[in-house]
T-cell receptor, first 114, second 117 residues
Framework: AQSVTQLGSHVSVSEGALVLLRCNYSSSVPPYLFWYVQYPNQGLQLLLKYTSAATLVKGINGFEAEFKKSETSFHLTKPSAHMSDAAEYFCAVSLPWGTYKYIFGTGTRLKVLA | NAGVTQTPKFRVLKTGQSMTLLCAQD?????MYWYRQDPGMGLRLIHYSVGEGTTAKGEVPDGYNVSRLKKQNFLLGLESAAPSQTSVYFC????????????????FGSGTRLTVV
């Protein structure tokens, strides 16, 4: 069975600083991996995804993530944080076949300090 | 706008009451999912459907039932609500990645906030 671990339920960064949100996965086969963002009182929006093509994936709003099989990681980064990046971020994993059910991590709330 | 629409957006129920949450999508997606979101627990899958007339249990199905009589609609029912079902419920839909990996990914509704007192 797959699982996802997000290290750090709360992360604070200064505006303009590097954003690093950590995600480690467990899967018996190379999975599909996703990062979603949730702004207050809204649904989830897809930031980026890994579907077994390029290991470095670029997404919306300047975010990117790198699939590292040897480390079973898919960390989300952004070179320079904006105030508008404050939100909750979820990593998710699914098998690349079948019902494509997503297993979500517990989320990381990002706070951006002025 | 195309997407996933959930109704109602808010609801307060008394313990033991029943209700149905409606999810409607206009993207012709085959797959639909119901999740619940609770603080510190992320999103957990309740039930899902891989096509009209099909449903299956997810991670936390107890106390819920679903139906997918039409491809565009996925209903989540609570027969006898309990305080433990106080949560935010999200519906999502997608097509299989084989239909186009570049745009593949769940589309989420905006959620239903349910309080059971």
């Amino acid at each position: 069975a797959q699982s996802v671990t997000q290290l750090g339920s709360h992360v604070s960064v200064s505006e303009g600083a590097l954003v690093l949100l950590r995600c480690n996965y467990s899967s018996s086969v190379p999975p599909y991996l996703f990062w979603y963002v949730q702004y207050p009182n809204q649904g989830l929006q897809l930031l980026l995804k890994y579907t077994s093509a390029a290991t470095l994936v670029k997404g919306i709003n300047g975010f990117e993530a790198e699939f590292k099989k040897s480390e079973t990681s898919f960390h989300l980064t952004k070179p320079s944080a904006h105030m508008s990046d404050a939100a909750e971020y979820f990593c998710a994993v699914s098998l690349p076949w079948g019902t494509y059910k997503y297993i979500f991590g517990t989320g990381t709330r990002l706070k951006v300090l002025a | 706008n195309a997407g996933v629409t959930q109704t109602p957006k808010f609801r307060v129920l008394k313990t033991g009451q029943s209700m149905t949450l409606l999810c409607a999508q206009d993207m012709n997606h085959e797959y639909m999912y119901w999740y619940r979101q609770d603080p510190g627990m992320g999103l957990r899958l309740i039930h899902y459907s891989v096509g009209e007339g099909t449903t299956a249990k997810g991670e936390v199905p107890d106390g819920y039932n679903v139906s997918r009589l039409k491809k565009q609609n996925f209903l989540l029912g609570l027969e006898s609500a309990a305080p433990s079902q106080t949560s935010v419920y999200f519906c999502a839909s997608s097509y299989p990645p084989g239909q186009g990996i570049s745009n593949y990914g769940y589309t989420f509704g905006s959620g239903t906030r349910l309080t059971v007192v």
